[in-house]
Structure formats: structure tokens, C-alpha cells
């Protein structure tokens, strides 16, 4: 199994652009929102939801949790949390913090799971399927973390690829949290998650 994960959204095309290509795949992912881009794009948070992927916390608006105050941490993670449930009804659980960027204030600040990955697709840097796709199918492994981001438009086509192959190969494309538990760890507390390879 392998969880792939996008980043920074939604976004008003792309994000149902790639939700319609997993729905073709049968496959799920999580998709950690920004709560400045939840409270602009309600109808596609919804959607998301109501396509049965995860919808997770990566704050706000974007900062380095490890600058901020405790309060100022709480703050950027709850509003979030509260946007995302006023639409879907359900309070996300998964936080991933911005940068990856994570310490001891952060850790304690935060109640919930933090998931990082462990396979970096870099798409945000390089906009090209010909360097996407390679980078995460050339290690992946079983219980992997792929991060993705769902606000480019050159991420669409490196999203059909690689669940083509991954589907073809037998993998079972989920959820973070659906992965974890299947691995058998406890999401109930605070904990930082790269990975679920074993
Ligand atoms: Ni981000």
C-alpha cells in the first residue's frame, strides 16, 4: 500500500482534476488544505470529501510553525480544522506542518498525528511529468508517503502516471490514515509519521 498525499490546496481546477483521475483508478489520497484556500474553495473541499479521500490540517497560512508562539501554532491549526469541518461535517485529524518544519514548541503545541513523507516528488519545483513521475515510482515501496501538490497544473498528468503504474503493480493506493491503521499504529495521539514501511 502506498499513500499518496497533496499538499497546499484546493485549488479551483486542478484539485478536481486530479480527484476525477483517482475515482478512474479507484484509489484514494489525503489532502492536506491550507485553511486560506478551504475558505475559497468550499464547493471543492466538499467534493473532495465526498469522493472518500481524507482531508487533513497544513495550517492556515503557510508559515513556519517553528516561529510561531504556541498560541499562534494552536490558532493556525484549529481555525483550519474548524473551516474544514463546517463543510464536511467531520474534524480532520492529520496535520502536516508546512516545510516539514517541526520541533519541540511544535510538537507539543499540536494534539494530533503530524505525517512528513518519505518520498519527496519535488513537483512544485521541477512543473515537469518527465522528472514527477521517476522520482516517486523509481523507490517506491510498500507503506510509503508520497508528497504532491495539488495547486500545479503539470502535477495532473504525473498523477495519471504513476497511478497507472501503481495500480498496475498491485499496490493499493489509501489514505494516511487508512495505511497507518492497517499497519497497525495508534493515530490517537501525537506522533511523527514518515512513513509506514516496516
Ligand atoms: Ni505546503
Request: overall charge negative; charged content about 25%.
Amino acid at each position: 500500500m502506498v499513500a499518496l498525499t497533496f499538499d497546499d490546496g484546493p485549488h479551483s481546477r486542478n484539485t478536481d482534476d486530479i480527484v476525477n483521475i483517482f475515482s478512474k483508478y479507484n484509489a484514494h489520497a489525503t489532502f492536506f488544505m491550507l485553511g486560506s484556500n478551504v475558505v475559497k474553495y468550499p464547493d471543492v473541499v466538499k467534493r473532495v470529501y465526498d469522493a472518500g479521500h481524507e482531508i487533513g490540517i497544513h495550517t492556515w497560512s503557510h508559515k513556519e510553525l517553528t516561529k510561531l508562539s504556541s498560541d499562534e501554532i494552536k490558532n493556525e491549526v484549529n481555525n483550519t480544522a474548524s473551516e474544514i469541518e463546517k463543510i464536511t461535517g467531520k474534524k480532520p485529524t492529520l496535520v502536516r506542518p508546512p516545510y516539514g518544519s517541526i520541533n519541540e514548541k511544535v510538537r507539543n503545541a499540536i494534539d494530533n498525528p503530524l505525517i512528513l513523507w518519505n518520498i519527496d516528488s519535488l513537483d512544485w519545483k521541477s512543473r515537469n511529468k518527465e522528472k514527477i513521475v521517476p522520482l516517486v515510482l523509481n523507490d517506491v515501496q510498500d507503506g510509503d508517503i508520497v508528497l504532491l501538490h495539488d495547486i500545479h497544473s503539470t502535477t495532473v498528468p504525473a498523477v495519471e502516471e504513476i497511478l497507472k503504474y501503481l495500480v498496475e503493480n498491485d499496490y493499493q493506493i489509501i489514505t494516511v490514515s487508512q495505511m497507518l491503521n492497517a499497519k497497525g499504529y495508534d493515530l490517537s495521539k501525537t506522533r511523527i509519521f514518515y512513513s509506514a514501511r516496516q
